[in-house]
């Protein structure tokens, strides 16, 4: 399964802009308890960037900005976090088999 970060806008003229962000399957599990997390405690999230030198320096950029989760669907998340949670007890089957193999 892909799991993919959208960020959507509109132009003045009102045409979608899109940005999506591919999210690594070994971070899909903290993904989606990030984003329960947030909907059970009905907190605003911080969106914030962090500019990383080629030195390693690191450094907030000046935009920020909050917002809540909406859930459109319990039922979809949950069936998200099923898969996910099978494909890790998969991953972690063959690897096993692979170690004593």
């Keep these: 399964?892909?799991?993919?970060?959208?960020?959507?806008?509109?132009?003045?003229?009102?045409k979608d802009v899109y940005l999506k962000f591919n999210i690594a399957p070994?971070?899909?599990?903290?993904f989606i308890n990030?984003?329960?997390l947030a909907l059970n405690q009905d907190k605003p999230?911080?969106?914030s960037f962090e500019k990383i030198s080629k030195k390693g320096?690191?450094?907030?950029?000046?935009?920020v900005g909050t917002f809540k989760f909406e859930g459109k669907?319990?039922?979809e998340l949950k069936k998200i976090e099923e898969e996910i949670k099978?494909?890790?007890k998969k991953r972690?089957?063959?690897h096993q088999k692979r170690v004593q193999g």
């Design 73 to 75: 669907s319990d039922a």
């Design 45 to 47: 999230v911080l969106l």
């Design 57 to 63: 320096d690191k450094e907030e950029s000046k935009i």
């Design 92 to 94: 972690k089957k063959q």
């Design 1 to 14: 399964m892909k799991l993919k970060l959208v960020l959507k806008t509109t132009t003045k003229k009102d």
């Design 26 to 30: 070994s971070k899909h599990l903290g």
């Design 34 to 36: 990030f984003i329960n």
């Design 86 to 88: 099978d494909q890790e």
